[in-house]
């Protein structure tokens, strides 16, 4: 069963009977989400399965993401284990381009998008391969290596940095939330 993908605004015709999933960090949650949206992070995607298994069989699920291409990935595996899902459609970004609605937990703080964290490293570690390179000529190999890294991102639409980044401790579920989370997706 391949994933089906709906447009914003199909999404918000139906929004009412779909079990929205979001697959960003919590950090990236936190800054704005669909109404009514779980965060299920695309790294706790397997722990969720039960879960997600449970809702599916209530209804149809939509996974988000901020572009569309993590909840792509998050709604392949998904179906690779008998979970029928769809996509949004150019994720959060096209669905607060449209002006839709969205949510933020009052207090939440809110860390950098994953985007802002990719373009902080990657810059970060080139300047530095730069600089070093003055001195140590192997040093520019850093620069090069992100540099290759980044095209093949954007060939690929995948990112290793982001994938890496995501792992980190400010990018990580609270235990408690992912498990309030799976207990209401189950029930």
Known sequence: MAPSALTPEQAHARLHEL?????R???????GHLPGAHNIPLDHLDTALPALRAAADRGD???????????????????????ATATLSGGT???TRLGHETHRPAGARTPWAMDRQVRLAAGSLVLTGLIAGQRW?????????????LV????????????????????????????ATLARLAA
């Open 137 to 149: 000529s192997a040093a520019r190999l850093l620069s090069a290596g992100v540099a290759g890294g």
């Open 19 to 23: 079990t929205v999933i979001d697959v």
């Open 25 to 31: 960090t919590p950090g990236e949650f936190a800054s």
């Open 152 to 179: 093949f991102s954007a060939l690929t639409d995948t990112c290793a940095m982001a994938r890496l980044l995501a792992r980190l401790p400010h990018n990580q579920p609270r235990p408690a939330d992912l498990d």
């Open 93 to 95: 970004a096209a669905w």
């Open 61 to 83: 699920l939509l996974v988000v993401c901020a572009s569309g291409a993590r909840s792509a990935e998050a709604s392949r595996r998904l179906a690779d284990r008998g979970i």
